[in-house]
């Protein structure tokens, strides 16, 4: 298991629970005599262990979004109130990431694109328009499937272009029954794996209307509602 704390129990391996990992934490302090500053005995918790990782992370350029991922956290604030330093420390310590980061890099990377880059990159976004969505390929690469656009992973579909997906799933339909009537059963194989991506895309697209039909209605925001004392203007507020 990739888990810190655990042992063997029989023949399996089993985690550690948070009361027995703070037992030993516990007893392991105590054979220690190590106090705080009042003189006490240290105390830890296992929480205290994930509080030491990112305010160590975070000061040391770990940019706090990817902290809040290592740590499974659901909203950065929880990760933000983990750490043990404040906010202008971890701006800081950010700006000094990236500056180590800019440092590494060649300076080359770093001058004005020439005409004919620009060009190739604005080339690049035009070309990547095709007949049922947009091509998500990374710039500076070619096509590697052959244009078949309705098999690809690459391909995000555009929800206005629908019928067109439709259609073409329906002419897959027709073209597989006709293969199949004709004996044409080398062509029925790749038939049927384009008619798969296309089914894949329309559920795709299908999925995405359910999602964005379901979304949660915020309302609108109300403002404090300002009254205004009679007794002061000498006539009812409006
Ligand atoms: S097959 Fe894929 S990579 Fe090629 S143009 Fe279509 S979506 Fe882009």
Redesign the pocket.
């Known amino acids: 298991m990739p888990l810190l704390f655990q042992r063997d129990i029989g023949s399996e391996h089993r985690a550690f629970t948070p009361t027995a990992i703070r037992k030993l934490l516990i007893n392991a302090l105590a054979a220690t005599s190590l106090t705080n500053a009042g003189g006490e005995p240290l105390t830890f918790s296992p929480h205290d262990f994930q509080r030491i990782f990112v305010t160590d992370a975070i000061m040391n350029g770990l940019p706090p979004h990817i902290a809040q991922v290592i740590c499974g956290h659901r909203s950065i604030d929880t990760t933000i109130g983990c750490k043990a330093v404040y906010p202008v420390e971890t701006i800081e310590a950010h700006r000094a990431f990236i500056a180590r980061r800019r440092a590494s890099r060649p300076g080359e990377e770093y001058r004005t694109p020439t005409e004919e880059e620009w060009d190739a990159c604005i080339a690049h976004f035009e070309k ?1 328009k ?1 007949s049922i969505g947009t ?3 990374a710039f500076g690469t070619a ?7 309705v ?5 995000r579909p555009d929800p206005a272009r629908r019928a067109r997906l439709a259609d073409i799933r329906d002419n897959l339909i027709a073209r597989i029954s006709e293969a199949e009537r004709e004996g044409w059963l080398g062509e029925v194989e790749g038939l049927r794996v384009s008619l798969a991506g296309a089914d894949d895309k329309l559920a795709q697209l299908d999925a995405e209307q359910t999602r964005r039909g379901t979304a949660t209605d915020l309302g609108m925001p109300t403002f404090a509602q300002i009254t205004t004392r009679t007794s002061e203007v000498g006539e009812p507020a409006p």
């Open positions: 990547r095709v091509c998500a390929r096509c590697i499937h052959e244009h078949a656009c098999r690809c992973s690459l391909l």
